[in-house]
């Protein structure tokens, strides 16, 4: 047990002189305070060391947390980012789909307000199912007033003729298929024949004249004599002529003018026959050729 | 339950074809998925099935293709029938001769379908027929039918018990 005269006395000395050490430090001037400062420089010399090691792995962790965060901020910003460049991207090709949609149907809009015979506007559906036929399947049908044998187009020329209606549907064998026929003439000659599709997805006109001056680049258009197109409407370019002996009649190769792997939307023509009391015919007229049309129109 | 499935392929099949035939077709030829099931049901079910489906599909094929005759509504019957015997006459109907009979079923398909539009069509070239369109079309659904019956194999084979298989 600690005597509590002995604490009393030694303690209360101890007290007393710091007690006085600090009233010196507070009473005398700052320039007195100088061995006490050299003995602070030098303890603050020996911790200088440490702290500064300190403060070095501190600053350290710091600026890991920091790059840390930064990192998880660009991270989280990347993925927005990205998020944001494929809604773009997907808005951006929503848009030229619109743009391109939007030229195809103003061209058709043009053609069914120039052409002065009804017209319904149908979109393709489908394709044929088999690879034997080349046809197309549209969204229109026998409801909305169409039959079989209708002529249908694009602003690009004559796609073919219905051959199968039912009641919001409709298969349309193109004029590229062998099984389908249509009368057509050579626009500069005058010379008709019976335009029908090849093997190679062209189609062909047969039985011209033999002395016919058909030529390489001659336009084909309808004849309108027989089946739902009316007359003039085009059907392709001559690219090649067959003159074989000992046949009566010249063919020749065409290449159609419409391209049968890229229309969305055709023209059905449901009555070939002038709808409109309109002087002006369907398609501006080449002079010299008061009947001839000009399918440049129509492109 | 399988009627139902039956009624789904034939609903399901033809517009499948018809809508999607740009988007499976390599080089212009498209799959005949109509074919393809019909084999695969004969192949797996019998001869009775395929040729009901077949005439079923059959018939849909025709109303949405460009051609005047009923090739179709006879050729797809005809084929299940084919697939049905020859899967009678097979101990195991393993990937190569699945991939043999499809090749060879479309093939005989293709070559009474040139008959048939060429004796009541406008005629056609062979030459350019099989090798633009019943060559391709025999190699593309041989592929097709095999991816689909391996397919198949493997979900069967999960879902058959392991005691099956012992004879204990």
């Known amino acids: 047990m600690i005597s509590l005269q002995s604490f009393t006395g030694a303690k209360r000395a101890v007290f007393l002189l710091?007690?006085?050490?600090?009233?010196?430090?507070?009473?005398?001037?700052?320039?007195?305070?100088?061995?006490?400062?050299?003995?602070?420089?030098?303890?603050?010399?020996?911790v200088a060391l440490p702290l500064r090691g300190v403060d070095a792995v501190n600053s350290g962790i710091e600026a890991v947390w920091s790059r840390y965060l930064s990192l998880h901020q660009v991270r989280e910003e990347n993925a927005t980012l990205r998020q944001e460049i494929a809604r773009l991207k997907g808005d951006s090709a929503r848009l030229r789909e619109m743009a391109a949609a939007t030229d195809r149907l103003r061209a058709l809009l043009e053609l069914k307000e120039r052409l002065p015979y009804a017209t319904v506007a149908a979109r393709v559906v489908g394709r044929d199912p088999t690879n034997w036929y080349r046809s197309?399947?549209?969204?229109?049908?026998?409801?909305?007033?169409?039959?079989?044998?209708?002529?249908?187009?694009?602003?690009?020329?004559v796609v073919g003729r219905i051959v199968k209606v039912y009641d919001h549907l409709a298969v349309v064998l193109l004029i590229i298929d062998r099984n389908n026929a249509v009368t057509g003439l050579i626009q500069r000659t005058r010379d008709e024949g019976i335009v029908e599709g090849t093997e190679k997805g062209l189609?062909?006109?047969?039985?011209?004249?033999?002395?016919?001056?058909?030529?390489?680049?001659?336009?084909?258009?309808?004849?309108?004599?027989?089946?739902?197109?009316?007359?003039?409407?085009?059907?392709?370019?001559?690219?090649?002529?067959?003159?074989?002996?000992?046949?009566?009649?010249?063919s020749a190769e065409i290449e159609p003018d419409s391209d049968f792997s890229r229309f969305d939307e055709v023209l059905i023509v449901t009555s070939p026959r002038e709808?409109?009391?309109?002087s002006t015919p369907p398609f501006p007229v080449r002079p010299g050729s008061p009947d001839r049309p000009d399918t440049e129109a129509l492109r | 339950m399988?009627?139902?499935?039956?009624?789904?392929?034939?609903?399901?099949?033809?517009?499948?074809?018809?809508?999607?035939?740009?988007?499976?077709?390599?080089?212009?030829?498209?799959?005949d998925l109509a074919l393809v099931a019909v084999c695969l049901i004969g192949f797996y079910i019998g001869e009775v099935e395929a040729v009901a489906v077949g005439v079923?599909?059959?018939?849909?094929?025709?109303?949405?293709?460009?051609?005047?005759?009923?090739?179709?509504?006879?050729?797809?019957?005809?084929?299940?029938?084919?697939?049905?015997?020859?899967?009678r006459n097979l101990v195991n109907l393993t990937p190569k001769v699945a991939l043999l009979l499809l090749f060879g079923l479309s093939i005989v398909s293709g070559l009474i379908m040139f008959l048939l539009k060429s004796l009541t069509g406008a005629g056609a070239d062979f030459f350019a027929a099989a090798r633009g369109i019943i060559f391709p079309q025999a190699c593309f659904d041989a592929v097709l039918g095999v991816a689909l019956l391996l397919l198949i194999q493997r979900w069967t084979s999960a879902r058959a018990p392991l005691a099956a298989t012992s004879y204990e």
């Open chain 1, 18 to 46: 710091l007690a006085i050490l600090a009233a010196a430090l507070l009473v005398f001037p700052e320039s007195r305070h100088g061995p006490l400062q050299a003995v602070g420089r030098l303890m603050v010399a020996t």
């Open chain 1, 136 to 157: 197309i399947v549209i969204n229109k049908g026998r409801k909305d007033g169409l039959k079989a044998d209708m002529g249908v187009l694009t602003p690009a020329g």
């Open chain 1, 203 to 250: 189609a062909r006109i047969k039985y011209l004249p033999l002395l016919s001056t058909v030529k390489v680049g001659d336009q084909v258009v309808t004849s309108g004599l027989a089946g739902g197109l009316p007359r003039g409407l085009p059907i392709g370019r001559i690219t090649k002529i067959e003159r074989r002996e000992a046949e009566l009649f010249l």
């Open chain 1, 275 to 278: 709808t409109t009391g309109s």
């Open chain 2, 2 to 31: 399988k009627y139902v499935v039956y009624a789904a392929l034939v609903l399901l099949v033809v517009p499948f074809q018809v809508v999607l035939a740009d988007r499976i077709s390599i080089a212009g030829i498209h799959p």
């Open chain 2, 56 to 87: 079923a599909i059959g018939f849909m094929l025709d109303l949405f293709s460009g051609g005047a005759h009923w090739g179709n509504l006879f050729l797809k019957p005809l084929t299940g029938l084919l697939a049905g015997r020859a899967r």
